[in-house]
């Protein structure tokens, strides 16, 4: 199997999109195009029930292929990470579950295989988790109730980054924030191995105005095209490289 690049967008939220597009609708686009939508949605410190908003960070994250967690401010950093790298594995296993269905026929998959088989593959799996590359398009919305939960953020993305540094993989992230000034997003920090330099963009950043979920996950979908455009105009592309959304 060929080694590539896990593609991921990261949104994390607090309410649902009040304007543009259907966000699911986006995701489902952004995962045929290799790129997997993990939703985190933050809930308050005092609600007790699921707003019915946030119905909508499990329909994204489903459209998206990825995976959705609705968590308490406190509890923020340690669910990016799990759902950082549970996307990855779930990406993986349904790559290899396709490599699977090519070899074995239609109707097989990894479940389907004896106990054994099955260790020896997610064995597999955990190491192309380990090895592969990553890309993390943070996308993070700013409108107005985001206001008091940005600090938290901003810790539980330099741990996110600490957390992966471990991998053999490179990691590469970035932050867009939506609604932007002009724009449905707005570039906050360009791709990077680490994410130690938020520390002093964050406190920059203004809250305020609508929610465009759609539109921001369709603009966040183009800069990966972006980037690799620009890599190659700068003939950075290592030898051998291979980029596969897989």
């Known amino acids: 199997m060929k080694k590539g690049t896990l593609k991921q967008i990261l949104l994390i939220t607090d309410g649902c999109s009040n304007r543009g597009e259907d966000p699911a609708a986006v995701a489902a686009l952004a995962n045929q195009q290799g790129i997997t939508v993990n939703v985190i949605g933050i809930l308050e410190d005092d609600q007790s029930e699921q707003p019915e908003g946030l119905q909508e960070v499990e329909d994204v994250a489903l459209s998206g292929g990825g995976v959705s967690q609705l968590v308490y401010k406190q509890a923020l950093s340690q669910t990016v990470q799990m759902v950082t790298k549970q996307a990855m594995t779930q990406t993986l296993q349904g790559f290899v579950n396709k490599e699977l269905k090519q070899i074995l026929g239609s109707n097989e998959s990894l479940e389907d295989l004896e106990p054994e088989k099955r260790g020896e593959i997610m064995e597999v799996v955990e190491d192309m988790g380990e090895t592969s590359d990553l890309e993390v398009l943070v996308l993070l919305d700013t409108s107005a109730s985001m206001h008091d939960k940005l600090p938290t953020v901003k810790e539980a993305?330099?741990?996110?980054?600490?957390?992966?540094?471990?991998?053999?993989?490179?990691n590469?992230?970035?932050?867009?924030?939506?609604?932007?000034?002009?724009k449905d997003i707005q570039k906050v920090f360009d791709w990077s191995p680490e994410?130690?330099?938020?520390?002093?963009?964050?406190?920059?950043?203004?809250?305020?105005?609508?929610?465009?979920?759609?539109?921001?996950i369709r603009e966040a979908m183009y800069q990966f095209g972006k980037k690799n455009l620009l890599r190659r105009f700068r003939d950075e592309?290592?030898?051998?490289?291979?980029?596969?959304?897989?």
């Open 195 to 216: 994410l130690d330099a938020v520390t002093t963009i964050f406190p920059k950043l203004t809250s305020g105005g609508i929610t465009p979920t759609g539109p921001a």
């Open 237 to 246: 592309d290592e030898p051998g490289m291979e980029e596969a959304g897989y």
């Open 172 to 182: 590469r992230f970035c932050i867009f924030s939506f609604p932007g000034k002009r």
């Open 157 to 170: 993305l330099i741990d996110l980054s600490i957390s992966l540094n471990a991998r053999i993989g490179r």
